[in-house]
């Protein structure tokens, strides 16, 4: 059964650092793509970021050059580090798993999230 | 920026038809995704590539796409079907993870 299970969200000041992790169960992370989606409260989803399966990244140009997506063979786990955060990155963080059919992404399982309030 | 339009809220009562709508100007071309959103819980996957139902989900999920309008239909919606929905695609350059606005369905 596939499972992914998000935490390290909380509270920080703006300007910060926060890294967020999703464990993964049921399939391998570094064989799959994997992303991070976030939600604002009440509002949409926003795809923020993605990791193919050959490592390669790419960005929503509202985090590109503050947040990095990695993941960790050993321990089966896709991470977000998120740097100088912002009033306007508070959301719940959600990862899910993308497969790639039809020349078209999509996601297919995803997490429960983790809450990030950026406040001071 | 490539826009997924849905109306912001639809209501029916238990057992009847609910139609939720999303207008993309690619959707003719690429294939629709929707996504069922409960109140605190995470999204899931009701259909895939326009109307494709993945295991689990229940057969009164259904999806169709025509010209450039793709609909999610439940057929005898239920109280259990009260969330928000949303649709998912890829625009005409092939840039993807485009989600609509969002549609609340109330069933009551």
């Known amino acids: 059964e596939v499972q992914l299970v998000e935490s390290g969200g909380g509270l920080i000041q703006p300007g910060g650092s926060l890294r967020l992790s999703c464990a993964a169960s049921?399939?391998?992370?570094?064989?799959?793509?994997m992303s991070w989606v976030r939600q604002a409260p009440g509002k949409g989803l926003e795809w923020v970021s993605v990791i193919y399966g050959g490592g390669s990244t790419d960005y929503a140009d509202s985090v590109k050059g503050r947040f990095t997506i990695s993941r960790d063979y050993s321990k089966n786990t896709l991470y977000l580090q998120m740097n100088s955060l912002r009033a306007e990155d508070t959301a719940v963080y959600y990862c899910a798993r993308v497969r790639y059919s039809s020349s078209q992404y999509y996601f297919d399982y995803w997490g429960q999230g983790t809450l990030v309030t950026v406040s001071s | 920026s490539y826009e997924l339009t849905q109306p912001p809220s639809v209501s029916v009562s238990p057992g009847q038809t609910a139609r939720i709508t999303c207008s993309g100007d690619a959707l003719p071309k690429k294939y629709a995704y929707w996504y069922q959103q409960k109140s605190g819980q995470a999204p899931v996957l009701v259909i895939y590539?326009?109307?494709k139902r993945p295991s689990g989900i229940p057969e009164r999920f259904s999806g169709s796409s025509s010209g450039t309008m793709a609909t999610l239909t439940i057929s005898g919606a239920q109280v259990e079907d009260e969330a928000d929905y949303y649709c998912y695609s890829t625009d005409s350059s092939g840039n993807p993870w485009v989600f609509g606005g969002g549609t609340k369905l109330t069933v009551l």
């Open positions: 049921g399939f391998t992370v570094s064989s799959n793509y």
């Open positions: 590539e326009d109307s």
